[in-house]
């Protein structure tokens, strides 16, 4: 297999997600907007990967999914 | 009023301007606070609702390649987490900055100088699987007692099954042990993240993220070409990442 770092062309979707979606610092949340909608940001992205068959066939974005959500629905204020 | 979605985090006090590369093309700046810079475009109070899918791809890849301008630039980036948005404007940033200074300096301190990898192992099932039914005592009997059509047969073929099984997990640990093993040596850090399906013929047996001292990207990926000429293995690693893996706790 080709060993070079895959160049930024050749990182998937799945690769961005798996690093941007759940990952970095937590600002806590009394000092963020809650946005309508955004909950739903997860489910949005999961559908989004529906292409790729075997994913949601295993269900690969649920548990990001189910992340987002804990992340992102309490909404103080 | 306004709210200030961030990107990431950097060190240096200068207030500058990255131009409109940010999500829905939107003006990246930096809002400095002793120090420190966090990365940010202007957000309404009232942000718009994001349930189209498209555009939330969009703004994931866009979030990334701000971080990435602006880990080139900075050299050391904190990423924050996708879609947050700061309250009161950029008194609201200062302030957070203000708040967490000790921690985001610290943080900063024990990213400089490092990079995130991604890597993850395949293996080809079938080609493992017949490895094994070659090489492994046990199997090798069942797999002649499985012949014939009896019922003993049959029930043999059933045990086979399982018994296959069974190894190939063994075998994937060993795997997993070996090349663990040797990214150890090597990373300062690793987490070992969910194994994902793939739609090629390949199985993912590890999926890691990795946290290097820049130093040492060629030994490992030097060990990497090793392993990847393992019989039926397959290595990916992508990267280098902002230390995205490594800067939450």
């Known amino acids: 297999m080709d060993m070079e770092p895959a160049p930024k062309g050749n990182v998937t979707l799945v690769d961005l997600l798996e690093r941007v979606l759940d990952k970095g610092v937590v600002v806590d949340a009394d000092l963020v907007i809650c946005v309508a909608g955004i909950p739903l940001v997860g489910v949005n992205l999961r559908a989004a990967v529906a292409g790729m068959e075997t994913m949601v066939k295993y269900g690969v974005m649920e548990e990001w999914d189910s992340e987002i959500r804990v992340t992102e629905e309490p909404c103080p204020g | ?249």
């Not at chain 2, 994937?172 to 690793?190: C, G, P, Q, S, T």
């Not at chain 2, 390949?202 to 993220?209: P, R």
């Open chain 2, 1 to 249: 009023m306004e709210g200030r979605y961030i990107y990431c985090v950097a060190e240096g006090g200068e207030e500058l301007s990255l131009g409109g590369i940010g999500i829905e093309g939107t003006r990246v700046y930096t809002v400095a606070f002793n120090g420190l810079s966090a990365v940010v475009h202007n957000a309404p109070a009232d942000l718009p609702d994001c349930r189209n899918r498209e555009k939330v791809i969009d703004w994931v890849v866009a979030h990334q390649e701000v971080v990435d301008m602006a880990w080139h630039m900075f050299g050391t980036v904190i990423p924050i987490r996708f879609h947050t948005v700061i309250k009161e404007g950029t008194e609201g940033v200062k302030g957070w900055l203000a708040g967490n200074h000790g921690e985001l300096l610290k943080k900063i301190g024990l990213m400089k100088g490092r990079e995130e990898y991604g890597l993850q192992l395949f293996w080809n099932t079938d080609l493992v699987a017949g490895r094994l039914m070659e090489g492994v005592q046990a199997l090798k009997e069942l797999k002649a007692k499985g012949e014939g059509g009896s019922g003993a047969a049959y029930m043999h073929g059933q045990l086979l099954q399982k018994a296959l099984k069974r190894e190939m997990e063994r075998e994937a640990v060993r795997f997993f042990e070996d090349i663990y093993e040797r990214v150890k040596d090597l990373a300062e850090r690793i987490i070992i993240e969910e194994v994902k399906a793939t739609d090629s013929g390949l199985q993912m047996i590890m999926n890691l993220s990795v946290l290097l001292r820049t130093e040492r990207c060629d030994d490992m990926k030097e060990e990497l070409e090793i392993v990847d000429r393992m019989e039926g293995i397959a290595v990916r690693h992508t990267g280098p990442w902002p230390p995205y893996s490594f800067v939450d706790r």
